[in-house]
């Protein structure tokens, strides 16, 4: 295995067996469900009550600059776009070629399905990217983009930001299905 391929394969081990398994079945209620007051979300366009949105589609993501202290609690919609554009977006357009990815452009997804198809895409391009690298590119600042230090360096962010995320999502999942205590398939039968 190439140095590239190691660490291509770090992340796309976590993906094939933990965070892309636990996002089988997500529904639109659980995408939107906001576990607390004053959540960020994806929204409808002009629906939202945080200082800025961005996005240019029917739906925009909740957002402000400078971010508030303490940060907001999101949603598994906005983490799921988090992980699209800024993680992976952005730096499959710098590094890899192919389709700038900008936050205000985006055209956020306003389903639980759609956001999954956004994500598996660009996730394998991030993949496909990472394991065509040299051992001379991860040595080397990128020729494009605004990050100026080794590729692998960035790489190995990205790596460590799916990982984080993807662990919120799954929190925010559990959390969900166990709300007041009942797990989801104890509800369904309750509601019989």
């Not at 554009?85 to 700038?100: P, T």
């Not at 759609?114 to 660009?122: H, I, N, P, R, T």
């Not at 990128?142 to 930001?161: D, S």
Request: net charge negative; proline share 6%; charged share 25%.
């Amino acid at each position: 295995m190439t140095r590239s391929e190691r660490i291509a394969d770090q992340l796309d081990r976590h993906w094939q067996k933990n965070l892309r398994p636990r996002l089988h079945g997500l529904a639109d209620e659980e995408y939107f469900w906001e576990p607390v007051r004053g959540c960020w979300s994806i929204r409808p366009r002009g629906t939202s009550a945080t200082p800025m949105s961005a996005g240019s589609g029917k739906w925009a993501m909740d957002s402000a600059s400078p971010d508030p202290v303490p940060a907001p609690v999101t949603t598994i919609a906005w983490r799921l776009a988090h992980i699209i554009v800024s993680c992976l977006g952005y730096r499959v357009g710098f590094h890899f070629g192919g389709q700038d990815v900008d936050s205000r452009t985006f055209a956020y997804a306003g389903t639980a399905d759609e956001a999954l198809k956004q994500l598996d895409e660009m996730y394998g391009r991030w993949n496909a990217g990472v394991r065509g690298l040299s051992d001379a590119d991860l040595e080397n600042p990128p020729t494009a983009g605004p990050e100026r230090f080794p590729m692998e360096g960035i790489v190995l962010h990205v790596n460590r930001e799916l990982i984080h995320h993807g662990a919120e999502i799954s929190l925010l999942r559990d959390l969900y299905r166990w709300q007041d205590g009942v797990d989801g398939s104890k509800m369904a039968q309750l509601q019989r």
